[in-house]
T-cell receptor, first 114, second 116 residues
Framework: DAGVIQSPRHEVTEMGQEVTLRCKPI?????LFWYRQTMMRGLELLIY????????DSGMPEDRFSAKMPNASFSTLKIQPSEPRDSAVYFC????????????FGEGSRLTVL | AQKVTQAQTEISVVEKEDVTLDCVYE???????LFWYKQPPSGELVFLIR??????QNEISGRYSWNFQKSTSSFNFTITASQVVDSAVYFC?????????????FGSGTQLTVLP
């Protein structure tokens, strides 16, 4: 069975450019999470969707970040405009329900903003 | 507020040695869940185990075992007879109340290197 699929795996861009990260969750999972991982701050939850609806976006750093989930099989995380401090690995994870804590992670998108 | 501390930043062992990864947590809730995740070099985090606060029985799964002690607020992870493939970053995590995945607080991780 296919796991969580993220694209791109690596992205290098210049400050000010728009970045779009994509995620396809595991089929049948109804919860989707976007995490950011940095050396300084570790793993941070950015936003959480349940049944395609954003439930908790309190972790989104600022207005430059936005996330959408137009359907059960696709989500995007967009940064516009990007800044060097956004450099990190962005993970998408999905789960069946919200309550088990068993998340299935993608391999991450490593973003470098120059 | 919940907090997870993994004091060991990096551990290096030689293959076949046993190794224990420490995890200390803080929570005010009486109902909570503890987790371990593994992050191999490929990058994705892999779920290993979930324990609830009412079950202090130790868990064993093959070469992996977990020791949960509420008295010391610890949930330690031991790998017996370590192998090179065990090399990874290991994260301990905590969630309160219903064990909601959105409430997961991760520790800073322990980088385990198993040398041949």
């Amino acid at each position: 069975d296919a796991g969580v699929i993220q694209s791109p795996r690596h992205e290098v861009t210049e400050m000010g450019q728009e970045v779009t990260l994509r995620c396809k969750p595991i089929s049948g999972h109804n919860s989707l999470f976007w995490y950011r991982q940095t050396m300084m701050r570790g793993l941070e939850l950015l936003i959480y969707f349940n049944n395609n609806v954003p439930i908790d976006d309190s972790g989104m750093p600022e207005d430059r970040f936005s996330a959408k989930m137009p359907n059960a099989s696709f989500s995007t995380l967009k940064i516009q405009p990007s800044e060097p401090r956004d450099s990190a690995v962005y993970f998408c994870a999905s789960s069946l329900g919200d309550y088990t804590g068993e998340l299935f992670f993608g391999e991450g998108s490593r973003l470098t903003v120059l | 507020a919940q907090k997870v501390t993994q004091a060991q930043t990096e551990i290096s062992v030689v293959e076949k040695e046993d190794v224990t990864l420490d995890c200390v947590y803080e929570t005010r809730d009486t109902t909570y869940y503890l987790f371990w995740y593994k992050q191999p070099p490929s990058g994705e985090l892999v779920f290993l185990i979930r324990r609830n606060s009412f079950d202090e029985q130790n868990e064993i799964s093959g070469r992996y075992s977990w020791n949960f002690q509420k008295s010391t607020s610890s949930f330690n992870f031991t790998i017996t007879a370590s192998q090179v493939v065990d090399s990874a970053v290991y994260f301990c995590a905590l969630s309160e109340a219903s064990g909601s995945a959105r409430q997961l607080t991760f520790g800073s991780g322990t980088q385990l290197t198993v040398l041949p």
